[in-house]
């Protein structure tokens, strides 16, 4: 259990220092090396839309990433006193975290990256986190190749450029012809492939567990579900103002069945 709890203290700070990083990297290197085509009206410069696509992405990220945190998935009432007698609760959805040392309506998992627990309330929140997470590493990887590709006039068209970079980078690297900070982006990229492809692996995982009406906790548990119609699952968890909340980082915007559903 102490493993446990350091582990849930040290992957939020792991993930905000990833976070920080990528914001320097495209701070002060990427958008820096863009040129601004002479041709090009300056409100479609490279640089600005870029800058633009970036912030947009990290902004949901890491909005959702807060709210996920601050929506909490406690209903203490659905289960008086099970967070001290450590019982099981009646509704078979409900679930007493260890880690968190309460208890979770529609309890899905634990995530150690937000430190918290996903359940009824805060699934919109975390599926978005999970979808604006991974785009925004695989568009900072693809920013930092073409970075790499003009600083060390390196071509990527043949499918295993990518895939060779790294031991090719760090023979370099050794004799002088990269730089420290160059090697620095390469390792980042691949970074941010392995984070946006695991993101983007769980939300659809997520998504799918979604459009059955179930949890990650009842599946492992065996619990049956009742059935229902795949539009219905996804408006409980979404909401009927989904399209607002996939651009702006907001609240769950589900009904009030959300709260309320224990199967």
């Known amino acids: ?15 905000l220092c990833i ?10 290197l990427f958008l ?30 890491l909005g959702n990433y807060v709210l996920v945190i601050q929506n ?5 009432d659905a289960c008086q006193g099970a967070s001290a007698k450590r019982a099981p609760c009646p509704p078979p959805s409900t679930h007493f975290c260890r880690v968190c040392a309460r208890v979770t309506l529609r309890h899905d998992h634990h995530c150690f990256f937000t430190g918290n627990c996903i359940g009824s309330r805060n699934m919109r929140n975390f599926v978005l986190f999970c979808l604006y997470t991974s785009l925004a590493c695989l568009y900072s990887m693809v920013a930092g190749v ?18 060779t970079l790294l031991p090719t980078s760090i023979s370099q690297f050794f004799s002088g012809a990269v730089l ?18 695991a993101c983007a692996g769980f939300c659809c995982h997520q998504l799918l567990l979604i459009l059955r009406g179930q949890t990650r906790h009842q599946v492992r548990k065996g619990v049956a579900v009742r059935a229902r119609p795949w539009r219905k699952n996804l408006q409980e968890v979404f909401g009927k103002r989904w399209l607002l909340g ?18």
Do not use: C
């Not at 909490?72 to 203490?76: M, R």
């Not at 970075?147 to 060390?152: C, E, F, H």
């Not at 980082?249 to 199967?263: A, D, I, L, T």
């Open 146 to 163: 073409a970075y790499i590709s003009a600083v060390l006039s390196i071509s990527f068209a043949h499918p295993l450029a990518f895939l």
């Open 246 to 263: 996939l651009l702006v980082p907001m609240f769950n915007v589900g009904g009030e069945n959300s709260k309320q559903r224990n199967k």
């Open 180 to 197: 420290g900070s160059e090697m620095f982006v390469i390792l980042m990229l691949y970074l941010w492939f392995a984070i946006g492809l």
């Open 19 to 28: 976070s920080l990083v990528t914001f320097a990297l495209q701070l002060f």
């Open 72 to 76: 909490s998935p406690d209903d203490l």
């Open 32 to 61: 820096p090396s863009m040129r601004e085509d002479p041709a090009a009206a300056p409100l479609f410069s490279p640089a600005l839309l870029h800058g633009a696509l970036f912030l947009f992405l990290s902004t949901n990220a």
């Open 1 to 15: 259990m102490l493993a446990l709890r350091l582990l849930n203290v040290v992957a939020p700070a792991y993930f």
